[in-house]
T-cell receptor
Framework: DVKVTQSSRYLVKRTGEKVFLECVQD?????MFWYRQDPGLGLRLIYF???????EKGDIPEGYSVSREKKERFSLILESASTNQTSMYLC??????????????FGQGTRLTVV | AQKVTQAQTEISVVEKEDVTLDCVYE???????LFWYKQPPSGELVFLIR??????QNEISGRYSWNFQKSTSSFNFTITASQVVDSAVYFC????????????FGKGTRLHILP
């Protein structure tokens, strides 16, 4: 079974802190994604990566950066956390296009509260 | 631009009733994938089905069935004889593999199955 693991289930941080959300997948997927989920807004794509050291902005990248130094690991970084970044963060991974199995598999989510 | 619309924000039905969740999509590509995911109260998104744009055959899996109609750009999901365990948020999603590997989600439909 595909396993996508996020380092924390719940996180509370202070405004202005630098926050790292870590995600690891064990299926050798090329693609990895970070989404945030807010009530009434569904899942919105923050960043995705299709290879090591490669990244592309999603729909809401402002205030975030990412790092992918190894294929299995994709980190989301909040350089200076703000209260409007309080949300549920979901990591996902998938095979690259060109394969028939393009669905994404998700981690359990990290509920981040910025106070 | 790609877009997924789930017009039903919230639905409540009594157990054993049938229920259909609507999904309408927009894309300019002839090659695309559609997905449905389930998010139970635990929070982790669970992949349910993938359908590619060249396969309009409807699919049935137990009490779940999916109706894909390119003529109306819809990919609707029906649960037959609903059960309390079906209570969850359901997301429809779209990807365009000739463009990139992004997966764009609708805002979700929260389904309540009442005992």
């Amino acid at each position: 079974d595909v396993k996508v693991t996020q380092s924390s289930r719940y996180l509370v941080k202070r405004t202005g802190e630098k926050v790292f959300l870590e995600c690891v997948q064990d299926m050798d997927h090329e693609n990895m994604f970070w989404y945030r989920q807010d009530p009434g807004l569904g899942l919105r794509l923050i960043y995705f990566s299709y290879d090591v050291k490669m990244k592309e902005k999603g729909d809401i990248p402002e205030g975030y950066s990412v790092s992918r130094e190894k294929k299995e690991r994709f980190s989301l970084i909040l350089e200076s956390a703000s209260t409007n970044q309080t949300s549920m963060y979901l990591c996902a991974s998938s095979f690259r296009r060109g394969t028939s199995n393009t669905e994404a598999f998700f981690g359990q989510g990290t509920r981040l509260t910025v106070v | 631009a790609q877009k997924v619309t789930q017009a039903q924000t919230e639905i409540s039905v009594v157990e054993k009733e049938d229920v259909t969740l609507d999904c309408v999509y927009e894309t300019r590509d002839t090659t695309y994938y559609l997905f449905w995911y389930k998010q139970p109260p635990s929070g982790e998104l669970v992949f349910l089905i993938r359908r590619n744009s060249f396969d309009e055959q409807n699919e049935i899996s137990g009490r779940y069935s999916w109706n894909f109609q390119k003529s109306t750009s819809s990919f609707n999901f029906t649960i037959t004889a609903s059960q309390v365990v079906d209570s969850a948020v359901y997301f429809c999603a779209l990807s365009e593999p000739n463009r990139d590997d992004k997966i764009i989600f609708g805002k979700g439909t929260r389904l309540h199955i009442l005992p």
